[in-house]
């Protein structure tokens, strides 16, 4: 063969959440003689190792971060990508609606099935032949009750622009041939024909493999997807009359005990010394709550208080979680975000006094 | 030892008070910016760090010089490969 016939190195980008399914559709690509670089995105709501970095009874446990772990054992370079900004327009405005909670699911993979056309379309561009000819996702027709249907999967290739360069190789025999198999860039033959929820198909397949350590996230590696996470969204949004969030925002619902005893404030409590230590970082942006006579939580007050009586209210609350609970009085002390402080001494709040509608989540 | 690289700038990245990936996503834009052989110390208060750095540097050719853990902190020393990840 002369130099000039020698076949081109076809190139594709691959969505890796770090999740069995883009990992098999990677391998899959491997074995095709597909060179895969991944790319994982941020959008604030990835559950991703985060309360196990927050939660110090979790310290011990393995916090890898999964889509590095899988790029590693697949031997693939990873772009890890933040859209958490970009994705707030995804969040509070999905053209095609949330799932069963606040998951716009379907909107969410075309968004990011989109920034990595954007990707392939500008490495094209800049690189020519080194540059990607089309995108993998480890998508499965039925897999995900919003997104992954046989009907959505048309609309993921068209509304993210990526149109037939947009490979599914788990599902691929159940869709029509993409542009890398017309041109024979992959096999179609020897691609696959999944759908349902059935996880059996994807087993075998890791089995195949030899890939036995593989994160199996239950509802997907989203917050969203979560009821607590998304009532207590939803509670944010009504608080301020408004739908926005800040990433600051998203981050501190994942943390703590949410209490919301007047509609214009809610405490935020930590439940332990990891989240003592998380939600310390935030005390130069909130008022925030600490026991002083006794060993207790950290709050932090995200609204305002109307009147005296609300401050000694919340810090009641916070008393009732600390170690002075069943004392007669417990001092605490109240410091204003730009570092003013006082001290109030209370009566700790019985359970009755914090009824359970209180509770956000 | 620090005496002997190529480099004698220790660039610094903090990303106290981020967690996952975060402190990763900095790093990797950071040392974007940076050359061949420089080095680089991230500091972060997530202690996940201690594994992803070094595993995002070993799938992207850096080296990791030295890690550690200081109080509620943790850091790594990483030294730039050949290519610094520049998508285009």
């Known amino acids: ?361 | 030892m620090w005496g002997d690289d190529m480099s004698d700038v220790i660039h610094e990245l903090d990303t106290r008070r981020l967690l996952c990936p975060m402190p990763v996503i900095k790093t990797q834009n950071k040392v974007r910016t940076l050359q061949t052989g420089d080095q680089l110390r991230v500091i972060s208060t997530d202690p996940g760090s201690l594994n992803d750095i070094p595993a995002w540097c070993r799938i992207n050719g850096h080296e990791v010089l030295e890690t550690g853990e200081q109080g509620h902190e943790v850091y790594v020393l990483l030294r730039v490969g050949e290519d610094n990840g520049a998508l285009f």
């Open chain 1, 1 to 361: 063969m002369t130099e000039a016939t020698q076949p081109i190195q076809r190139r594709a980008i691959a969505l890796v959440s770090g999740g069995l399914d883009s990992m098999l559709a990677v391998k899959v690509m491997q074995e095709q003689g597909i060179e895969v670089e991944g790319v994982n995105f941020f959008t604030g709501f990835c559950v991703e190792g985060h309360t196990h970095a927050i939660r110090k009874k979790d310290k011990d446990k393995d916090k890898r971060n999964n889509a590095l772990w899988v790029a590693e054992q697949l031997g693939i370079k990873m772009h890890i990508i933040d859209i958490s900004e970009e994705y707030k327009d995804v969040v509070l405005n999905p053209k095609h609606g949330y799932g069963a909670n606040l998951n716009p699911c379907l909107d969410c993979k075309i968004f990011m099935v989109n920034q990595a056309t954007l990707m392939i379309n500008k490495a094209r561009e800049f690189a020519g032949d080194r540059g990607f000819d089309f995108i993998v996702t480890g998508e499965v027709i039925g897999q995900r009750p919003k997104s992954q249907r046989k009907e959505t999967m048309p609309i993921i290739s068209q509304e993210s622009g990526a149109d037939d360069r947009l490979l599914r190789p788990l599902c691929a025999k159940n869709l029509p041939a993409t542009l890398p198999e017309r041109e024979g860039w992959v096999n179609r033959d020897e691609l696959f024909d999944f759908s349902g929820r059935n996880r059996k198909p994807q087993m075998a397949l890791a089995k195949h493999f030899g890939l036995d350590d593989f994160a199996q996230p239950a509802g997907g590696c989203c917050f969203l997807t979560d009821e607590s996470y998304s009532n207590k969204l939803a509670d944010l949004w009504k608080a301020r009359n408004e739908r926005r969030y800040e990433l600051d925002d998203i981050m501190l619902l994942k943390v703590g005990r949410h209490l919301r005893p007047k509609p214009h404030y809610k405490l935020i409590i930590s439940r332990e010394e990891g989240e003592n230590r998380f939600l310390e970082g935030y005390r130069y942006m909130f008022t925030s709550i600490t026991t002083v006579s006794c060993p207790g939580p950290l709050a932090l007050v995200d609204g305002n208080f109307e009147n005296e009586e609300e401050l000694q209210q919340a810090a009641a609350i916070v008393a009732r979680y600390s170690k002075g609970r069943v004392q007669d009085e417990v001092t605490l002390e109240i410091r204003q975000a730009d570092g003013v402080a006082r001290q109030v001494t209370v009566k700790p709040a019985l359970p009755d006094d914090v009824p359970v509608a209180w509770n956000v989540g």
